[in-house]
């Protein structure tokens, strides 16, 4: 069974760290917040020394933790991490204020310092300090007991708080992505349900591969997934919980259901049932499950996801000739049309935040992810290629994943991209990733 304790319950103990000794307006303000861009942007430079051992045999625990935080924060295209071989200061007690000039030499503008020991009950108490260099005041500071082998999660969790403290928005590390694993040859491919954390690590499989699975997809509001599952007979959709290892089917739905989706409460899923040539939109009750019909009409309707407060659906529609994006109230009616570039428009995603919708975007022999304002305004490529699909949200809407399919005898990948277009990188997995769905935070 896999089982995941919750925040609470990896994070028992946190409190706030008070002011260090000879710092100055602890908590205070940020003197200037760190602007999440939509175009050119010059990413500020932070320096995150290893953590402290508080106790002997703690010190790989410490360097992992500000490894974790720097490849965090250095991912997320906001902060420049210092090469810690240009560190003037060696610190050595985070109960006392840094050399500032030390720091400002290097020009820091950020300044992390953390340190982790172990308690007589065998946890660990992580701690960590945000600094600002040019102020010469701590920004925040936090202080966490936990089990030793969730130090990578007390990890994100720090990289959140420093995300949030600078931006003035929320962090997306202590989050995760379900996708589909897959391996072996092209012609006999075999696909898994993955789990892993954001940044790839800690993978673990849901499926066995048996039965070919496709377009997992996170609820919103819980740690549940929603999948596709072809096996012997009729494609079924199913629920699995993440915490429990237990899984649940929704149904048998013959001529099939794509991507299905949760509503943001988790009470509900969106899918689009095939029905001779053409396919409509359905929602089905989780509790009841009765099915209420949305859409009708003679062409393909699919792709369907909520708007965060529930209120709309986005969905492709061949309506007008060729995929295309169209907006409706939830309960159905009228649908507006939205995209209107060159090319075909698919598999649109709205994000938490509710300000855009992500989509795949084919036209010219290539496939790009793009984002657009929910009335189609502002248009917005993020990148391009060969055969680019699946773009999903992270849990704050400012980074986009989606995987990439290079052809020939090779497989998929998994990449990222900020709203702005910058900073797209790769995430490592352990074989061919396709499909990827992002969670919530973590709670």
């Known amino acids: 069974m896999l089982y995941r304790p919750s925040r609470r319950q990896v994070i028992a103990g946190m409190a706030a760290l008070g002011a260090a000794s000879g710092g100055r307006n602890a908590f205070a303000q940020a003197p200037k917040r760190i602007p999440i ?51 003037i200061e060696r610190i050595t007690n985070i109960d006392t204020a840094p050399q500032w000039q030390s720091w400002k030499q290097i020009n820091a503008t950020y300044l992390v310092t953390g340190r982790m020991t172990r308690q007589g009950d065998g946890r660990l108490k992580a701690e960590f300090r945000l600094w600002d260099v040019n102020q010469q005041q701590q920004l925040t500071g936090q202080q966490y007991q936990t089990s030793p082998e969730y130090w990578r999660r007390i990890a994100h969790i720090i990289s959140d708080q420093i995300y949030e403290r600078a931006t ?11 996708f589909v694993h897959e391996t072996g040859s092209k012609e006999r491919r075999v696909k898994q349900l993955a789990l892993m954390d954001q940044d790839g690590a800690n993978v673990r499989y849901l499926t066995k591969g048996s039965d070919l699975v496709l377009t997992p997809r996170f609820s919103p509001s819980t740690q549940e997934i929603t999948y596709m599952e072809f096996g012997q007979g009729d494609p079924r ?28 409460d988790g009470q509900r899923i969106i899918m689009s049932l095939q029905q001779g040539g053409n396919s409509n939109l359905f929602v089905m009750d989780l509790r009841s499950k ?30 007008g000739g060729k ?54 305004s502002g248009e917005r490529i993020l990148t391009s290629g060969f055969h680019n699909e699946g773009p999903t949200f992270a849990p704050n809407g400012r980074v986009v994943m989606f995987f990439r399919e290079p052809g020939g005898s090779s497989g998929p990948s998994l990449f990222t991209v900020d709203i702005s277009g910058r900073n797209e990188l790769r995430v490592p997995t352990p074989g061919f990733a396709s499909d990827p769905a992002w969670s919530p935070l973590l709670s």
């Not at 003035?168 to 379900?178: I, L, N, P, Q, T």
């Not at 209420?292 to 529930?310: E, N, V």
């Not at 159905?332 to 060159?342: H, L, P, T, Y």
């Open 237 to 264: 959709v199913y629920l699995y919980n993440v915490e429990t290892g237990q899984r649940e089917i929704v149904g048998n739905f013959p001529g099939m259901s794509f991507s299905p989706r949760f509503s943001p």
């Open 37 to 87: 861009p939509e175009g050119e942007f010059v990413p500020q430079p932070i320096a995150i020394p290893n953590f402290v051992a508080g106790t002997p045999g703690d010190a790989e625990v410490g360097v992992g933790v500000a490894q974790v935080i720097t490849n965090n924060l250095k991912r997320s295209g906001l902060f420049a991490p210092i090469d810690q071989a240009a560190f």
């Open 323 to 376: 995929p295309q994006i169209y907006v409706m109230a939830a309960t159905g009616g009228g649908a507006q049309r939205i995209s209107f570039g060159e090319g075909s428009y698919s598999t649109p995603v709205w994000s938490p935040r509710g300000d855009y919708i992500a989509f795949t975007k084919q036209g010219g022999g290539q496939f790009a992810i793009g984002i657009m304002k929910t009335d189609g």
């Open 290 to 319: 009765s099915t209420t019909r949305l859409t009708d009409t003679p062409a393909i309707d699919t792709s369907p996801s909520y708007s965060p407060d529930g209120s709309r659906i986005c969905f492709e529609s061949d309506r």
């Open 168 to 178: 003035s928005e929320k962090g997306y590390f202590d989050s995760r992505v379900v």
